[in-house]
């Protein structure tokens, strides 16, 4: 089933070591863009940058090898039919905790 709207669902865990999942919500064909940030705003992480089919979408993040702290994760969804709509964009709080 197609989801009623766009929606990016908190992570689980979270805190987490190493790994949480990342789920969001596409009513429409979108080229996605998910990406984690540390807290001084740098790029840590690309996870995603694909096109995804309309439904329920689950993303791991294995964040061996990255400090502990407060991290980012920034969601962008561009729908790929030539409508006008802008992307949708969301940003959430990660805590990786070793």
Known sequence: PVPAGFSLE?????????????????????WVNLTIYDVMGREAARLENTIKNPGSHQIVW???GF????YFYHLSARPTDASDQPALTE????????
Request: charged letters at 20%; hydrophobic letters at 30%.
């Open 10 to 30: 908190y992570p689980y865990p979270n805190p987490f070591n190493p790994n949480t999942t990342i789920e969001f919500n596409l009513t429409k064909d979108s």
């Open 62 to 64: 294995n964040a061996d």
């Open 67 to 70: 400090s502990n702290g407060v």
């Open 91 to 98: 940003t959430r709080k990660l805590i990786l905790l070793k």
